[in-house]
């Protein structure tokens, strides 16, 4: 690139050499001062200043000043000055000149003063470069954190594409992944790719092998990166081949191409980074051969470094990303065994587990869109949402802990219980025959045949009296023997058979129900005395302290918290804690509604019949208006229509 001097138009020169050739020097004449976004500023450029361009500037000396940063400033002055008059700006000048300064003093000032341009020139590219790289280790920077912080492989994949584009300014390009068999790497997968020029293109995953045909296999194999000029100019002796049949197909032209190997810190390929088409600008499209022509450059050494970098950082991503998802995988089969291992413990209550972790996660997202209240602006981001359904999953595991009788009890006594009592019924009716044998025997030896049949008649009807009269009380505590979902029962019935005795086998004088059966009996709500109910309920603590002892990854440290206050109440009746509101999270008052949606919803309790959805709803609304449940959080239950998710009628 030539040195520019620049002189005012009609500015004789004095006739000597400005280089070593005449043609290597341009000289520019000009009626004004030009502004400095006028001159090329990795050109070097000496502005001769007389009074002509001086006068062009007027009082904006600021224009100087731009002119100074870009240009080596000579003054000239007239005959005779050998010194910057004050209307000159001294402080700008590189040299001063009279017109009439003999040659090789002019000869001596403008060299020092290209020299001078050629010093401005060169540190604004030093300047220029070092701004250049400072943004690049700037961008590798961000990239990385962007990488590091992207758990999704397919979005993952999305960004190492397109920043790898961007960076070295390609037009197109694909990601390859390697596919393992038995631990040994077998194919490449194509997984992705983008095209600025054909933004819209319908693409699908295909795999190639991992050998020296294709480039990507080549690269694959090798672990050598591939920079090349025109892939339609391939040598000769090369083994690999470009498939031009997505240029055929969609009329695109691949020109310059850098296949870049993806490695890990174990200098293992992971996959394949394959950039096409290097441009001048971003932003230009390669609608035509002439296109691709005038835009398509090489990718230099600077682009190859820059795209290794990232490669490198996107192989860590990407071997992270896929750890993570192998991580998930592992868990999600650690959570299904658990609830495996609860529902083979607690048979009777099979897929509740799912179906709570179902409503929960399904009223989170519903709160999501259209929340009430308090919670109309609340939002869930994906990692809440997966620990949100691992603590539905796992919020009655504590079952494990629990006897497996009281777990599977039907009704309010144990069916052994009730047998013994059938059996005790059983024995008062066969005494009660056998007392009626011993009367009608008495008369026939007291009395013969005398009023025989008479007496043998109200003794009949004793006996049937009596069949009745057990028969009727063994009723009500059938009857009574059934749970109800809602406190409820009068047990008077069962008082006025308790002040019954009946002489067992030995003589000796005993209730018709032992203390233990009337209170199993007399329970007013579910089936569990108070006893019973604490063991069950004290499955939260054990679900609690299990899975405390998880080493939860941050995303997930709120499942044990989550899981543990699901049966608590919002006014302090609920346990094992009895906390107010201020002392439950949301995502457990969430749990809270959809189990017990669930359990009373729930076809297979087996001491219970199922409630029809509108019954469940109704209780559900009385327990909130009570205190116990939270309003804003049922509201959006019902009117999103959440428990559909579980397909109940």
């Not at 001062?33 to 009074?51: C, F, G, N």
């Not at 192989?315 to 658990?338: C, K």
């Not at 949402?385 to 009890?409: S, T």
């Not at 009660?432 to 049949?453: N, S, T, V």
């Amino acid at each position: 690139m030539k040195p520019l001097l620049v002189a005012a138009l009609g500015r004789t020169l004095p006739p000597i050499p400005f280089a070593r050739r005449e043609e290597d020097i341009e000289i520019r004449r000009v009626p004004a001062l030009p502004v400095a976004s006028m001159l090329d500023s990795e050109r070097p450029t000496v502005i001769l200043l007389d009074r002509l361009l001086l006068q062009s500037v007027g009082t904006d000396r600021d224009r100087l000043v731009e002119i100074a940063r870009i240009a080596a400033v000579v003054g000239m002055g007239d005959d005779g000055e050998i010194e910057p008059p004050e209307d000159f700006p001294a402080e700008l000048l590189s040299g001063f000149l009279s017109r009439d300064a003999a040659p090789g003093a002019v000869r001596v000032q403008l060299h020092a003063a290209f020299r001078h341009a050629a010093a401005l020139a060169a540190v604004r590219a030093s300047s220029a470069l070092a701004q250049m790289r400072y943004h690049e280790l700037t961008e590798l920077t961000r990239v990385g954190v962007a990488l590091s912080t992207e758990r999704d492989l397919l979005n993952l994949l999305e960004l190492i594409l397109g920043q790898a584009r961007r960076i070295s300014c390609s037009d197109a390009g694909s990601v390859y992944l390697v596919e393992k068999n038995n631990g040994s790497p077998e194919t490449l997968r194509f997984k992705l790719a983008q095209n600025f020029s054909l933004p819209n293109l319908p693409l699908s995953e295909f795999t190639v092998p991992i050998d020296h045909t294709s480039l990507a296999g080549y690269t694959a194999a090798s672990g050598e990166a591939l920079v090349i000029s025109d892939v339609y100019l391939l040598p000769h002796d090369v083994e690999y081949k470009q498939n031009r049949s997505f240029d055929e197909k969609f009329g695109y032209r691949t020109k310059s191409m850098l296949v870049i190997p993806m490695k890990t810190h174990r200098d293992e390929v992971i996959g394949v980074l394959q950039l096409m088409n290097r441009k001048r600008m971003f932003e230009a499209r390669l609608g035509s051969p002439e296109a691709v022509e005038r835009e398509v450059l090489s990718f230099d050494t600077r682009s190859v470094e820059l795209v290794n970098a990232l490669a490198s950082q996107a192989a860590v991503a990407i071997e992270n990303s896929q750890l993570y998802e192998n991580i998930e995988r592992l868990f999600e089969g650690f959570v299904t065994a658990a609830v495996t291992a609860i529902e083979a413990r607690d048979p009777t209550t099979f897929g509740h587990s799912g179906r709570v972790a179902t409503l929960t996660v399904g009223l989170a997202e519903s709160v999501d869109r259209h929340g009430h209240g308090n919670y109309r602006n609340l939002r869930f981001s994906r990692e809440q949402l997966r620990e949100l359904r691992y603590a539905g999953l796992l919020h009655d595991f504590g079952k494990v802990g629990v006897r497996e009788q009281i777990l599977i009890k039907e009704k309010k006594l144990y069916p052994a219980d009730l047998e013994i009592v059938r059996h005790r019924f059983a024995y008062l009716v066969q005494g009660a025959e056998l007392e009626f044998e011993r009367a009608r025997i008495d008369h026939l030896m007291r009395h013969g045949k005398q009023g025989y049949d008479e007496a043998v008649h109200q003794l009949e009807q004793a006996l049937l009296a009596r069949r009745r009269e057990l028969q009727y009380f063994l009723d009500a505590i059938v009857t009574a023997n059934e749970p109800t979902v809602t406190a409820q029962g009068n047990f008077s019935e069962l008082q006025r058979l308790n002040e019954r005795t009946f002489r067992d086998i030995d003589g000796g004088e005993r209730p018709m129900l032992t203390p233990g059966e009337l209170r199993f009996l007399s329970i007013r709500k579910g089936n569990l005395d108070e006893e019973e109910r604490r063991e069950i309920e004290s499955h939260v603590t054990h679900t609690f302290r299990f899975l405390q002892q998880i080493p939860w990854t941050p995303e997930l440290r709120g499942i044990p918290a989550i899981a543990y206050g699901h049966h608590e109440k919002l006014n302090g009746q609920g346990y094992p804690l009895a906390v107010d509101a201020a002392a439950i999270p949301v995502q457990t008052r969430m749990m809270t509604i959809s189990d017990i949606f669930d359990a009373l919803t729930a076809s297979d309790r087996p001491y219970k019949p199922a409630v029809p959805a509108d019954r469940a709803l109704e209780i559900l609304d009385s327990e909130a208006r009570e205190g116990m449940l939270d309003q804003d959080l049922l509201k959006t239950f019902i009117e999103a229509r959440v428990f559909d998710l579980v397909g109940k009628e």
